[in-house]
């Protein structure tokens, strides 16, 4: 029997910039979440999705990976966004992970915060996200560094085919 030793808060945590190579374990990690929510039948993208979308001239997100001794630990899945009212750009992050072996390293907060700064550098001034409602322990993390419930917001979607429908002719 192998005994796995969880990592120690001196592990080497490195956050660096997403890259094609990363796709598997992207998707792994979106697996992962969706399993996490009881949702994971609505996981259909796949490794070559997130190859096509996410990398190249024409990417339409970003991601930011996180490494404990050299280990795929987290991901920050992200994509620039701009607020007619602010007049400024900001950033949104569509998914955050931290596997479940390297959870209590700061790994979550250490990416959101790398992602703030992405946007700082770009002229960004805000950052917005959605938590399912019962993930509470990512909602007191995203409280307890500051990211707030915006009250006065709701979010609204079309999918599948209601998209299909608002996107006839």
């Known amino acids: 029997m192998t005994v796995t030793t969880p990592p120690s808060m001196t592990a080497d945590i490195r956050i660096r910039a997403g890259e094609p190579k990363d796709a598997d374990a992207i998707h792994v990690a979106i697996l992962a979440m969706g399993q996490g929510l009881d949702m994971a039948d609505k996981v259909t993208c796949t490794v070559d999705d997130y190859r096509r979308f996410g990398f190249g001239p024409d990417a339409t997100f970003s991601s930011l990976i996180a490494e404990v ?71 007191r993390l995203y ?7 915006q009250t006065k917001d709701r979010a609204h979607a079309a999918y599948g085919e209601a998209f299909g429908a608002l996107a006839a002719d």
């Open 69 to 139: 001794d050299g280990e795929f630990a987290g991901l920050c899945l992200f994509f620039p966004i701009f607020s007619t009212w602010r007049g400024r750009p900001g950033v949104f992050v569509q998914d955050l992970y931290v596997d479940d072996r390297f959870r209590g390293l700061g790994i979550g907060e250490r990416l959101l915060r790398e992602v703030a700064r992405w946007s700082k550098v770009r002229g960004g001034d805000y950052l917005r996200l959605e938590v399912d409602v019962e993930n509470l322990p990512a909602q």
């Open 143 to 149: 409280e307890r560094i500051g990211i707030t419930w």
